[in-house]
């Protein structure tokens, strides 16, 4: 639930969040909450940034002002585990483009056919996971 935590910047992310109706009454109570000067909403990410006096309000009071749960279900602690997973092959999968890319080009310049070849392979070997990987997002 609480996704990032610095003495007076607090930020809430939930799934109950992304209903616009829920986003707007937990903004409107923690508005209310002494000590909170800003409090900025998104439904899209589910998420509440809340801006405060530290001296005037602490960190639990907000999370229970929200009236949010305080900890998601086990399955959002496991999408959030995918998401993560998923991010870091992702990186991996950029980072191997971007080298076999390099070692195309090197290979293509010191005339050295398979070498050119195979790099030429693992590039769009990694290219189709990428492109795979975010399909839905490429045929919206």
């Known amino acids: 639930m609480i996704a990032s935590d610095i003495a007076g910047r607090l ?3 939930s799934r109950v969040l992304r209903d616009e ?4 009454v937990a903004a409107e109570k923690l508005a209310d909450t002494p000590g909170v000067s800003r409090v900025t ?5 589910g998420s509440l940034l809340i801006e405060y006096d530290p001296l005037v309000v602490t960190r639990d009071a907000l999370v229970e002002a929200s009236g949010l749960p305080a900890t998601e279900s086990r399955a959002g602690k496991a999408s959030a585990t995918a998401t993560a997973a998923r991010g870091q ?3 991996i999968a950029k980072q191997g ?3 076999s890319l390099g070692a195309l080009v090197l290979f ?3 005339g050295r056919e398979r070498q ?3 790099a030429g392979v693992a590039f769009l070997a990694l290219n189709a996971y990428h492109v795979y990987t975010y399909r839905r997002r490429v045929l919206k």
């Open 11 to 13: 930020r809430l992310r």
């Open 21 to 24: 109706r829920e986003l707007d």
């Open 41 to 45: 909403g998104n439904g899209r990410t």
């Open 89 to 91: 092959h992702m990186r």
């Open 97 to 99: 483009m971007l080298a």
């Open 108 to 110: 293509a310049l010191a």
């Open 116 to 118: 050119h070849a195979a």
